[in-house]
T-cell receptor, first 111, second 115 residues
Framework: RKEVEQDPGPFNVPEGATVAFNCTYS??????FFWYRQDCRKEPKLLMS???SGNEDGRFTAQLNRASQYISLLIRDSKLSDSATYLC????????????FGQGTTLQVKP | DTEVTQTPKHLVMGMTNKKSLKCEQH?????MYWYKQKAKKPPELMFV???????INESVPSRFSPECPNSSLLNLHLHALQPEDSALYLC??????????????FGPGTRLTVL
């Protein structure tokens, strides 16, 4: 079983749609959780950290359920510029700085 | 300013060459990382430096040699690489290794081709 699992997609949605990505992780001792966005042939960019209380940044909402070891990202009112690969990332249980990446979910927003 | 810079942007080298990749950050971060990323795969961790000391080597072959000359700079020295080492090499930094300030910020990467 992969340490971080994501549906690779692709998710093809029209502009203005709401889309949700899910991710599960296997290590219950993981401490920090993130969503990164990566455009083709570019570096990953931090989209948001994810907290147990949930957090929102504009059209983006992230949720963490520690009991189910589940992380989600909701994008409302999708824009063409949201087309990218979204990486679910968790840290390991020890304080090593090591990030564990999911395989990424590809989103294509169409006009 | 959350900028990490990397040079060169592109590098083509032969299997007998020696080259170096450079990474710089001026955010006062004390943890720096090297990752390797192949097409359509997530980044794979290679090395972690914390307070200029190597803290993780993910069993990387010795043809890759990291160096952290000071808290702002991270180098990756390359020697006798193989064609399968062709990839995007990403540098990242974070304030510290763990705790509340461990978000990692990535540089734009060096796209390496080994002939």
């Amino acid at each position: 079983r992969k340490e971080v699992e994501q549906d690779p997609g692709p998710f093809n949605v029209p502009e203005g749609a709401t889309v949700a990505f899910n991710c599960t992780y296997s290590n219950s001792a993981s401490q920090s959780f993130f969503w990164y966005r990566q455009d083709c042939r570019k570096e990953p960019k931090l989209l948001m950290s994810v907290y147990s209380s949930g957090n929102e940044d504009g059209r983006f909402t992230a949720q963490l359920n520690r009991a189910s070891q589940y992380i989600s990202l909701l994008i409302r009112d999708s824009k063409l510029s949201d087309s990218a690969t979204y990486l679910c990332v968790v840290t390991g249980s020890s304080n090593t700085g090591k990030l564990i990446f999911g395989q990424g979910t590809t989103l294509q927003v169409k006009p | 300013d959350t900028e990490v810079t990397q040079t060169p942007k592109h590098l083509v080298m032969g299997m007998t060459n020696k080259k170096s990749l450079k990474c710089e950050q001026h955010m006062g971060h004390r943890a720096m990382y090297w990752y390797k990323q192949k097409a359509k795969k997530p980044p794979e961790l290679m090395f972690v430096y914390s307070y200029e000391k190597l803290s993780i080597n993910e069993s990387v072959p010795s043809r890759f040699s990291p160096e952290c000359p000071n808290s702002s700079l991270l180098n990756l020295h390359l020697h006798a690489l193989q064609p399968e080492d062709s990839a995007l090499y990403l540098c990242a930094s974070s304030q510290v290794l763990s705790g509340g300030a461990n978000e990692q910020f990535f540089g734009p990467g060096t796209r390496l081709t080994v002939l």
